[in-house]
């Protein structure tokens, strides 16, 4: 089945540095991909929706200077947390799904490995 | 707007025990899909099952089967002959079936299978 791929699985950095998260659909190619955060013992809450060659849509609240999101191809997309403080540590989740025109959009949501992020 | 709604923040079953896991959602949208996804402490995301809103029968996946109540707005997860490994996270989700659109979680309901 479809595989995405996030790397690096753990991170930490130090207050104030950039941390870049890599998403990767191997076996198939995603227009769209969708990056979730997660904290301890919550939910995972949507960020934004990466969009292959346009900006990135995010949810309310989400800094979009903060958390940078690029789509520079169909298999590929990265999110980067800019200066980075205690408070941005959290679980971060890409996601995307196999799109087959013969089903519409109903197929599964594939997730990546996840990348924790401890920001010192 | 689209919410899922989990009520059971922990759950313990008996090893070899069905479970049944909550969910009701709300959309006002007729087109709509509902998933489970199974999160060990490992923290990756685990497919279980998928129900769309104008599928006719229960969808089944091996020891996993989804009751859908469309009246209800309910799409509880029943879990047959627990075993130890089924302890983890489970969140019930939604999305849209018009566009590639994300996934919307409840809170989760974690479950401890006792021996």
């Known amino acids: 089945g479809a595989v995405v791929s996030q790397h690096p699985s753990w991170v930490i950095c130090k207050s104030g540095t950039s941390v870049k998260i890599e998403c990767r659909s191997l076996?198939?190619?995603?227009?769209?991909m969708f990056w979730y955060r997660q904290f301890p013992k919550q939910s995972l809450m949507l960020m934004a929706t990466?969009?292959?060659?346009?900006?990135?849509?995010?949810e309310q609240g989400v800094e979009k200077d903060k958390f940078l999101i690029n789509h520079a191809s169909l298999t590929l997309s990265t999110l980067t947390v800019t200066s980075a403080h205690p408070e941005d540590s959290s679980f971060y989740i890409c996601?995307?799904?196999?799109?087959?025109?013969?089903?519409?959009?109903?197929?599964?949501?594939?997730f990546g490995e996840g990348s924790r992020l401890t920001v010192l | 707007a689209q919410k899922i709604t989990q009520t059971q923040p922990g759950m313990f079953v008996q090893e070899k025990e069905a479970v049944t896991l909550d969910c009701t959602y709300d959309t006002s949208d007729p087109s709509y899909g509902l998933f489970w996804y199974k999160q060990p402490s490992s923290g990756e995301m685990i497919f279980l099952i998928y129900q769309g809103s104008y599928d006719q029968q229960n969808a089944t996946e091996g020891r996993y089967s989804l009751n859908f109540q469309k009246a209800r707005k309910s799409a509880n997860l029943v879990i047959s002959a627990s075993q130890l490994g089924d302890s983890a996270m489970y969140f019930c989700?939604?999305?849209?079936?018009?566009?590639?659109?994300?996934?919307?979680f409840g809170k989760g309901t974690r479950l401890s299978v006792i021996a």
């Open positions: 996601s995307a799904r196999e799109v087959r025109t013969s089903v519409g959009a109903t197929g599964e949501l594939f």
């Open positions: 990466s969009n292959e060659g346009s900006k990135a849509t995010y």
């Open positions: 989700a939604m999305s849209h079936t018009s566009g590639n659109t994300p996934l919307v």
């Open positions: 076996d198939f190619q995603a227009t769209t």
